[in-house]
Antibody, heavy 127, light 105 residues
Framework: QVQLQESGPGLVKPAETLSLTCNVS??????????WGWIRQPPGKGLEWIAT???????YYNPSLKSRVTIAADTARNQFFLSLRSVAAADTAIYYC????????????????????WGQGTTVIVS | DIVLTQSPATLSLSPGDRATLSCRAS??????LAWYQKKPGQAPRLLIY???ERATGIPDRFSGSGSGTDFTLTISILEPEDFATYYC?????????FGGGTKVE
């Protein structure tokens, strides 16, 4: 059974860096058909994609956050990470990690399987 | 970026009713669209991928349709556990976006 589990500080001070870890169990991150990402939901708002990492080492970022975000992975430990710099109150949210399935050819998506496995989410408050 | 507009924002129904949720994209996303169910305190749950394919373990009362810019999620007979917020999400490119959600109450 594939499981994802987020961990990180629940409280971060403004202007500091938020660091989150997602532990993946029951599945190897080295599969070429899956991607690993972070999504957040601010209080009372909808879902916002933050970043995605592929086993091939490619990274993709939400343009609105790109200057402050880094996604990385340690596939040997089956973990991936999110770093969000210079946080502000607007970054207060529930942060989710998720597995995403897609068939991509030459960096073009040909078939999309959706974000099929999610972590339970971790609440981050910037204050 | 591709904007997804969901309507209505809120759908007030009763158990046993049929629910029809709409998602419209600002440009074609082909069939690279997924639907999720979200309940408070829980992670999103994938219902539909590739616009019309049910995810593993999803009851057949959930169905998706559409392509290009117009998509529909239908719940044929609402069960008590189906009252939640539903989001569509597109993956036309490497910048996925979500709709604003439809709350089924």
């Amino acid at each position: 059974q594939v499981q994802l589990q987020e961990s990180g500080p629940g409280l971060v001070k403004p202007a500091e860096t938020l660091s989150l870890t997602c532990n993946v169990s029951g599945f190897s991150m080295t599969s070429s058909s899956y991607y690993w990402g972070w999504i957040r939901q601010p209080p009372g708002k909808g879902l916002e994609w933050i970043a995605t990492f592929s086993y091939g080492g490619k990274t993709y970022y939400n343009p609105s956050l790109k200057s402050r975000v880094t996604i990385a992975a340690d596939t040997a430990r089956n973990q991936f990470f999110l770093s969000l710099r210079s946080v502000a109150a607007a970054d207060t949210a529930i942060y989710y990690c998720a597995r995403e399935g897609a068939l991509a050819v030459a960096d073009s998506i040909e078939y999309y399987y959706g974000m099929d496995v999610w972590g339970q989410g971790t609440t981050v408050i910037v204050s | 970026d591709i904007v997804l507009t969901q309507s209505p924002a809120t759908l007030s129904l009763s158990p046993g009713d049929r629910a029809t949720l709409s998602c419209r994209a600002s440009q074609s996303v082909s069939t690279y669209l997924a639907w999720y169910q979200k309940k408070p305190g829980q992670a999103p749950r994938l219902l539909i991928y590739e616009a019309s394919e049910r995810a593993t373990g999803i009851p057949d009362r959930f169905s998706g349709s559409g392509s290009g810019t117009d998509f529909t999620l239908t719940i044929s007979i609402l069960e008590p556990e189906d009252f939640a917020t539903y989001y569509c999400q597109q993956r036309r490119n490497w910048f996925p976006t979500f709709g604003g959600g439809t709350k089924v109450e």
